[in-house]
């Protein structure tokens, strides 16, 4: 099946009304999300992924009253079938491993890509399920095959089953239920109960998780930023010239603490120094995206290829800008301002196709600009 690019998948409702009145708000159920959905990606799609290294996966059980997970990567012999259980595999990243689900990923767009994260998809037997839990992030569950029931509680605290091997929710009080068919979505805001048990044999659900990172390792991460970007003289020392005899010597004076204090207050960053740490946080790939560089290329066949294929950004790729700086994973573009509206095309739509009447001069520079891209596998070339 493929997805138009005009698809709207919030159903009768606007983006805007579900930005201003759902979005971290309360749980929304949207039927026919997507009318007569028949899912591309199917179980054995994920079986064969999960056998590679460097995919995040698990498989959860519950069995002998206990709720137990192994991860991945699994090999053909585990024979899923045979499992006397229901039992669930969920798979991260599949964007990063099939063209639908990136392309599904895309129908998301009106959240920014800053806050975007990745595609999971979860398979299950009937009765299969990871029991009840809560999210510290945004989730759009999509129903993508068979059909699975969503409990959803109201509770403000739970409790957590600490003998489990992951984290369920044991005083896990209902609210509301529903049972979703494929083309259905739920979405849930952040710390909101929910517990999905499948209904069928063939249960597949796409999950659209969303980047939240702890305000600790965005206060850490800058800590560690700015230290390799003080904008101080590294050469003062610290100085008392009016120093005088105290009577303990073993004693932090409060005009030492003082002076301490004074020069804590010194640190400063500026404008450009914050958007430039912000840009590459925001840009970091995940620890298991690994980018495989191709045989190299001179500028002038490159040059040639932009101007008669398409340059796309790999699935694993994150870039973003703020003005005109750019930045991707994790690493800043320098372009001339005038080149901006290109880097921007390529960051929005994750793909860019140049003109073939743009001028030679023009040509060069983007080519300069967009080469290294290529040669470190951040970006190819489709037909």
């Not at 930005?19 to 971290?24: R, S, T």
Request: aromatic content about 12%; charged content about 25%; overall charge positive.
């Amino acid at each position: 099946m493929r997805i138009h690019h005009k698809t709207h998948i919030l159903g009768k409702i606007s983006v805007d009304t579900f930005l201003k009145k759902y979005w971290q708000k309360k749980p929304i159920l949207i039927r026919n999300a997507i009318k007569n959905f028949k899912s591309p990606i199917n179980e054995k799609d994920l079986f064969e992924i999960i056998q590679n290294e460097g995919v995040i996966s698990r498989l959860i059980a519950y069995k002998k009253g206990m709720w137990q997970v192994k991860h991945g990567p699994f090999k053909k012999s585990d024979l899923f079938k045979k499992l006397h259980m229901p039992w669930t595999v969920l798979v991260q990243n599949v964007n990063h491993h099939l063209p639908f689900a990136e392309s599904f990923l895309n129908l998301f767009k009106f959240i920014p890509y800053a806050r975007l994260d990745d595609l999971m998809v979860s398979f299950a037997t009937k009765k299969g399920s990871v029991g009840p839990h809560f999210d510290s992030y945004d989730v759009f569950l999509f129903q993508a095959l068979g059909e699975r029931e969503w409990k959803i509680s109201a509770q403000k605290e739970f409790s957590l089953d600490k003998k489990s091997a992951i984290k369920i929710i044991s005083n896990f009080e209902c609210k509301n239920s529903w049972v979703l068919k494929p083309g259905d979505m739920l979405y849930l805001p952040p710390n909101v109960g929910h517990w999905g048990i499948s209904q069928s044999d063939n249960c597949l659900t796409y999950s659209v998780g969303f980047r939240a990172p702890s305000v600790f390792d965005i206060q850490s991460k800058f800590l560690d930023f700015i230290q390799d970007n003080l904008i101080t003289n590294k050469n003062d020392l610290y100085k008392d010239p009016n120093l005088s005899k105290q009577k303990n010597p073993a004693e932090i004076t409060s005009n030492m603490i003082k002076k301490i204090r004074q020069t804590a207050n010194q640190l400063r960053w500026n404008t450009s120094l914050l958007n430039t740490f912000t840009g590459q946080f925001l840009t970091e790939p995940i620890e298991s995206a690994i980018f495989h560089p191709p045989k190299t290329m001179k500028l002038e066949i490159f040059k040639k290829n932009l101007l008669i294929k398409s340059l796309k950004l790999n699935p694993k790729t994150r870039m973003l800008f703020i003005k005109t700086n750019f930045y991707i994973n994790g690493e800043c573009i320098k372009s001339d301002k005038k080149y901006a509206l290109y880097l921007k095309q390529l960051a929005s739509n994750r793909k860019i196709s140049l003109n073939s009447n743009l001028n030679k001069a023009d040509l060069s520079a983007l080519g300069v600009i967009l080469l290294p891209l290529y040669l470190s596998g951040f970006a190819d070339f489709i037909q």
